[in-house]
């Protein structure tokens, strides 16, 4: 029997020649490891799946379903999955088409049930792309525990950022900043009632316009001002 989608698959076994890693332009903060995220991993696959003139998509839902987990203790949890339509398209018209499961958190909070679905979506997409090209999670050779901060060796100290410095050179702490921010704002023309998130940001913007030695300057003034009773 004569094999179907011919071009197609030849084109296919091309692109995932042609596969490398997707930028980690990621960072999971409690794992302390740099990741690729979803949009990195699809403008990868899309220039890859562009150049052999393959296109990717997943439709869907198409339908969802449940089942029942048993965990320790004979409890039972529901759990949730959507069904996609993997597609993969060549420009000469020849289309293959596979099923796509992935599970639905619906316990998350803070979320709707459509905002769950999407994201459960973004994950199964993002996953389908990662097998279709064989995109490498790692480069040849590299440590992978090196690179997910996770070995036992000596690690290299962060390095402080430019706004944790100006803080300490300033004297400011978490239970002056409110104050001496209010300070700022009312004699140096920053940014009007800076918010707790917003005050870095507001102190960068003094450190731009006036620079760090008047922002010392001006938070000495406000603590002698404070021990004045001003």
Request: with cysteine; charged share 25%; glycine share 6%.
């Amino acid at each position: 029997m004569e094999p179907t989608n011919k071009t197609l698959r030849a084109a296919l076994v091309k692109a995932q020649q042609d596969t490398r890693c997707a930028a980690k332009d990621g960072k999971n903060t409690h794992g302390r490891y740099a990741y690729s995220s979803k949009e990195a991993i699809s403008w990868l696959a899309k220039d890859i799946l562009q150049d052999h003139g393959l296109a990717f998509s997943l439709r869907g839902p198409v339908a969802m379903s449940e089942a029942t987990e048993t965990t320790g203790g004979d409890r039972a949890r529901p759990l949730h999955f959507g069904h996609w339509l993997g597609v993969l398209t060549h420009e000469c018209g020849e289309q293959e088409e596979w099923p796509v499961l992935w599970a639905i958190d619906y316990a998350q909070k803070g979320m709707t049930s459509e905002q769950r679905i999407c994201a459960a979506q973004s994950y199964a997409y993002k996953n389908e792309l990662l097998v279709l090209l064989n995109i490498p999670r790692e480069l040849p050779g590299q440590d992978i525990d090196r690179m997910r901060n996770l070995d036992t060796g000596p690690q290299e100290p962060a390095k402080p950022s430019p706004y944790a410095q100006m803080v300490k050179q300033a004297g400011i702490t978490a239970a002056n900043a409110g104050d001496v921010m209010a300070y700022l704002q009312a004699n140096f023309e920053l940014p009007a009632k800076p918010q707790q998130a917003d005050k870095s940001a507001a102190l960068m913007a003094f450190d731009a316009r006036h620079g760090l030695a008047n922002l010392i300057d001006a938070a000495a003034e406000w603590k002698a001002r404070q021990e004045v009773g001003e």
